[in-house]
């Protein structure tokens, strides 16, 4: 799915009750399919971006189309149901729930989704990103790397149209981190999915056609 950001702005409250403005982008654009890579300083703005494109930030001010709907201005329900159904996100911070195994993480995506369970797909994208050894662990009896891993494979279950990305390979090593990628961005090639992917590492971002920074298109106090 195509993605259009329009005059998005998002401050947050510091803890003494100012406002501190982190994003205002007048416009951003992805065509449907694309595949781009952001990169930028820590503390920029990156994961709130993502959050705002997901629907689990809202933005202050500002239009978010997703396929031509206006996440934007969606109530809180339909948010949560298109993000289910349309998105795939790794998350900066994996988000596995604690008390379930790698394999009913990667179910339980397909179930918010509103599709039923598929063992066998779900398994399938575990041995995909090397962790057929490890479909019954809990995360906390993973590796970071593997929670890591995990997040990919879940996010990869519901068949999105739209991938999210964020440092999706900061924890891994060098083996894992080409795993990885190749996956991320054959999975969308092959289906048309459209990635947004956040990354520090160059070698990452070297590989992508359309490298973006955030402070680019990004003007928190203009
Ligand atoms: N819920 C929050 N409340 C207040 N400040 C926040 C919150 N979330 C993030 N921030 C601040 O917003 C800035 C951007 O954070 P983030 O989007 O995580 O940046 P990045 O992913 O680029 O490192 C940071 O300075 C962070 O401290
Ligand atoms: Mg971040």
Redo the contacts with the bound molecule.
């Keep these: 799915m195509s993605l259009e950001l329009k005059n998005v702005k998002k401050a ?2 510091e803890p003494g009750g100012r406002q ?1 403005p ?1 994003l205002n982008i007048a416009n951003f654009q992805m065509a449907s399919g694309e595949q781009v890579v952001l990169v ?1 300083s ?8 993502l959050n705002i494109i997901a629907g689990i930030t809202t933005a202050d001010e500002g239009d978010v189309l997703i396929g031509g709907t206006n996440v934007a201005r969606l109530s809180e329900a339909a948010r949560d149901r298109f993000r289910a159904e349309r998105i795939g996100y790794v998350f ?1 911070t994996f988000n596995l729930l604690p008390a379930f195994t790698a394999l009913e993480n990667v179910l339980l995506g397909m179930s918010f989704g509103g599709q039923k369970a598929d063992k066998s797909r779900a398994t399938d994208l575990l041995k995909q990103v090397g962790l057929s050894h490890r479909l019954h662990h809990k995360p906390a009896q993973m590796s970071v790397g593997e929670q890591q891993r995990t997040s990919v494979a879940r996010a990869l279950v519901n068949k999105p149209r739209l991938l999210l990305a964020d440092e999706p390979t900061a924890n891994v090593d060098s083996a894992n981190q080409q795993t990885i990628l190749d996956l991320l961005r054959k999975s969308c090639r092959d289906s048309g999915v459209s990635l947004l992917l956040v990354t520090h590492a160059p070698e990452v971002a070297s590989q992508f056609d359309r490298v973006e920074k955030l402070a680019d298109f990004n003007r928190p106090q203009g």
Aim: no cysteine.
């Design positions: 947050y409250r501190l982190i930028g820590s503390g920029g703005g990156k994961t709130t971006l900066q």
